[in-house]
């Protein structure tokens, strides 16, 4: 069995219960999509916690941590800004700092493994491009991110958990009761979000893979310790932490 993790943006207390949670399951490996850092207040703690699991992809937010954002909003912007600083200006030796640099420096981006391609954003823009429930309405989007697919897809990045088919049908955890089979068509799979569920649920998400059984899991964290430690940093908007609560 594998578990398959994305976007934890730095929440510690997140990823610490997600982690808990799937050593609780008979899994074998941990795969991670990106984002592992940006929005949240512990990088380098859930860098570290990361760092030596087989496959940690790069995300947009960690590739904006290394280079010059570009698109972000201005809240992102300036947590990023404070992220870099972090990785930066940490009294930690200089061998760790460099280490978790040289860690963010060598993520894939498109990993394959028998039937499975991973992802960030998307198989045609595996960094970037969203892909969003309502994007089955277009057709045109859809045909062409499926054409890179070869049979199953996971990805992240939207925060937003679910299955989308080749049919064009979306189909969240909570309409399929959090499992779905794998059946040989093109599938893409949305893992959602450890630190910063989108879909209304403020629970980390996130995906076991046992052969063809898919399951969603969702995990309670101590949120509260997260957002006081964002209002407690001033360059983290306020609304980073209140967004948490609301799972948007």
């Not at 087989?54 to 909003?73: K, R, S, T």
């Not at 060598?106 to 491009?129: D, K, Q």
């Not at 064009?168 to 068509?185: K, N, T």
């Not at 910063?196 to 980390?204: A, E, L, N, V, Y």
Request: proline share 6%; net charge negative; hydrophobic share 35%.
């Amino acid at each position: 069995m594998i578990a398959v993790i994305s976007d934890i943006h730095s929440n510690l207390e997140a990823l610490q219960a997600v982690l808990k949670d799937i050593e609780s399951q008979n899994v074998t490996t941990i795969y991670c999509l990106g984002d592992v850092i940006g929005y949240g207040p512990n990088p380098r703690e859930c860098i570290d916690l990361v760092m030596d699991m087989p496959v940690v992809l790069l995300g947009n937010h960690d590739q904006g941590a290394m280079f010059d954002p570009e698109g972000f909003n201005p809240g992102a912007e300036r947590a990023i800004f404070w992220t870099r600083a972090q990785l930066e200006e940490s009294e930690e030796a200089r061998e760790v700092r460099e280490r978790r640099w040289e860690f963010l420096a060598e993520r894939p981006r498109t990993p394959r493994e028998e039937n499975f391609l991973f992802v960030h954003g998307s198989a045609r823009n595996p960094i970037n491009e969203y892909v969003f429930p309502e994007d089955v309405y277009n057709p045109r989007k859809m045909e062409r991110i499926f054409a890179y697919i070869d049979r199953y897809c996971l990805q992240g990045h939207t925060h937003v958990p679910g299955v989308f088919t080749e049919s064009l049908q979306f189909y969240s955890p909570e309409e399929i009761d959090h499992v779905y089979s794998l059946d040989g068509r093109k599938t893409m799979v949305n893992v959602g979000s450890v630190g910063q569920p989108r879909d209304g649920d403020w629970r980390g998400c996130y995906v076991l893979i046992e052969e063809n059984t898919l399951r969603f899991r969702r995990v309670e964290y101590d949120i509260d310790s997260t957002v006081k430690k964002i209002y407690d940093t001033p360059e983290l908007e306020n609304f980073l932490g209140d967004r948490l609560r609301d799972g948007r």
